[in-house]
Nanobody, 117 residues
Framework: QVQLVESGGGLVQPGGSLRLSCAAS????????MGWYRQAPGKQRELVAT???????TYADSVKGRFTISRDSTKNTVYLQMNSLKPLDTAVYYC???????????WGQGTQVTVSS
């Protein structure tokens, strides 16, 4: 069993930056893919970025060039660096880890990101 805990959310002005962290209780090396998702009010949860154990990354078109996913295996932590934030980035951000792509995997509880002036 793996437990994931997100942190780093908050209120930021448009154009600002935040770094989200996802700390795993167990080794993230056993998880083939780690990802960040987000859900805005009244909308479905959507993929933001993923990172595999082979360092392959994917990003939603809406965040390409602004967000970066990375990991520190020594800390069992995955990060999401978010730059040039926009009000449309406002959402609850969730971390997910899975041993098999497309499987239900493990989810964190989420962290709120609000972009507003």
């Amino acid at each position: 069993q793996v437990q994931l805990v997100e942190s780093g959310g908050g209120l930021v002005q448009p154009g600002g930056s935040l770094r989200l962290s996802c700390a795993a209780s167990g080794s993230i090396g056993s998880l083939y893919v780690m990802g960040w998702y987000r859900q805005a009010p009244g909308k479905q949860r959507e993929l933001v970025a993923t990172l595999t154990t082979s360092d392959t990354t994917t990003y939603a078109d809406s965040v390409k060039g602004r967000f970066t996913i990375s990991r520190d295996s020594t800390k069992n932590t995955v990060y999401l660096q978010m730059n040039s934030l926009k009000p449309l980035d406002t959402a609850v951000y969730y971390c997910k880890g899975a041993r098999v792509p497309g499987s239900p995997g493990y989810w964190g509880q989420g962290t709120q990101v609000t972009v507003s002036s």
